[in-house]
Structure formats: C-alpha cells, structure tokens
C-alpha cells in the first residue's frame, strides 16, 4: 500500500498513479480541492478496484463509536438536530501553512481542517445531506491577511429525513483546540462526554461518559492505530474499511456544496454536483 501524506494539491495525481500501480492507498485529508477532481479519484479507485482508506480518524475516537453505540439503541430516541464545531488556529505559525495562504492550495476552511467535524457529524447522522447554506469571514487580526479565502464559515445542512445539523469550521480563532459534538434526540441527547436519555428512570441530569474526547490539536493521540488496524483487517477479508473513498467522496460533496454556497450567497442542493 501507498500512504499519501503530501500537500493537498498533490493527492489526485499521486492517488491515481498508486491506483495505477496496483497499490492500495491510505490518504490525507482532503482527498481532493475540488469535486471534479474528486470525482475523477473515485472513477478510477472504482475501476482499478483499488481499496482505501481516507484519514477522517476521528471516526475512532471511543466517544464517537459511543455516541454511534447509544444512538444505535434508541436510547436518545428519534435524533433530529446534529452539530459538530471545530476551532483551531491555523495560522502562519505553523510549517505547513506556507502553501496553504492561497484557495488553490489550502481549498477552504472546510477542506483545510473543518472537514473532521462535517464528517463525523454525517458519520453519526447516518443520514444523506439534501440542502446547505454556508455564510463565512475572517478573523480581522492582521496576521490573516495572507488568506485569500474566508477562514471562518457556519454551515447549515437539511438532511432527507428532515433532521437539521450544523457544522462550524473556525479555524482563525484565538483560543485553545475545541472540537464539539452535539446529538439531539426525541428522548434524549449526547453531548460530547455527557449522556442523558429519558428511557433510563432515575437520571437526574447529564450522566458522564468515560471516553476519549477529541479534545486537543495534537493529533499524536488521534486513534491511527485504530484506524490502520481496520484498514489491515479489511484488506485481508478482502472488504472495503468504513472509512474508504466512497463514504469520505459523500462527505467531500457536502464540503463542496457548503463552499459554494458560500461563494454564490444561496442554499446549494446536493443535487447541483452530479457525476
């Protein structure tokens, strides 16, 4: 297999080359900084049959498959409302940030980081997106003027079954790593490592959950492990990892039809970017 670490523009071309080759292929986010090219990824993943797995590592994190856990048991109910906020301050100060100051670089401030969050709330919801609307600016401090994207957007999702979300991408903020998550159900709600659930008698108030949060930028106690043990798991059943091109291509559309809504000023459907 092929492990793709490199800057965002390079994904799609490396990607297709160890595609090519017959190689399999664990890749950074985001796979791609445009649906075009993305949906040129996935025709040639699927052609070559070629197994995948996107680092959205969150999905790993002990109190995601927690929250999946309880919603799976219809402990919170019929959920209704999701949100997923993620604030970091991304900015000249780190390395990486030298190729990211341009859109056709760093893509957005979904696509540069945000993303996480937009994915693990679709990956909770288990629900398709219908409808975004995205508004955004940037942090007035003058150490972000080199930015020629909004680097603070609010997204707004209607998911087909009705359900509403909201994913906040902030990631000019002058503040310590936050990372949100929030599930409201018809008898009950999750939040982060809090739980309560009016199916269980006797709760008198939030219960705590003994679990991992996603709590710190320091992505060195993200769960990789977790993730590449799946990954290996699923290449010798011969399966595709839950995490593959296909589910991470579901959440990049949504990312793009939030970036154009942004862009455009209006509610974009899910329908408008078509393959």
Known sequence: MVDICTPHF?????????????KHVILEK????NFED????????????????????????????????IMK??????????????????????????????KKNGGSSLLRAGCHALDLLLYVMGEKVEEVFTYGNTNPNPIFEKYDYPLNTVTVMKFKNGAVGKVSSVTDCMQPYVFNVNIVGSDGSVKNDQ?????????????????NLIDSGDVSDHPYVEQFA????????GIEAEN????????HRVVFAADMSAELGRPVKLDELQF
């Not at 390079?10 to 017959?22: F, Y």
């Not at 799946?230 to 059943?237: P, V």
């Not at 593959?244 to 959440?251: C, D, G, H, I, V």
């Open 73 to 102: 048991q219809g402990l919170i109910g019929d959920v209704y409302y999701g949100e997923a906020d993620y604030f970091h301050g991304i900015g000249p100060w780190y390395a990486n940030q030298k190729w990211e100051f341009q």
């Open 10 to 22: 390079l994904h799609l071309e490396q990607t297709i080359a160890a595609s090519n080759a017959g």
């Open 38 to 69: 993305s949906v040129k990824m996935l025709k040639i993943v699927r052609k070559n049959k070629t197994r995948t797995s996107i680092c959205f590592e969150v999905r790993f994190m002990s109190a995601v498959q927690t929250i999946r856990s």
């Open 244 to 251: 593959n091109l296909e589910s991470a291509f579901e959440s």
């Open 230 to 237: 799946h990954f290996a798991e699923c290449l010798d059943k």
């Open 195 to 211: 739980f309560y659930s009016k199916k269980i008698e006797g709760l008198k108030g939030w219960s705590k959950l003994d679990v």
């Open 30 to 33: 985001p796979i791609t900084l």
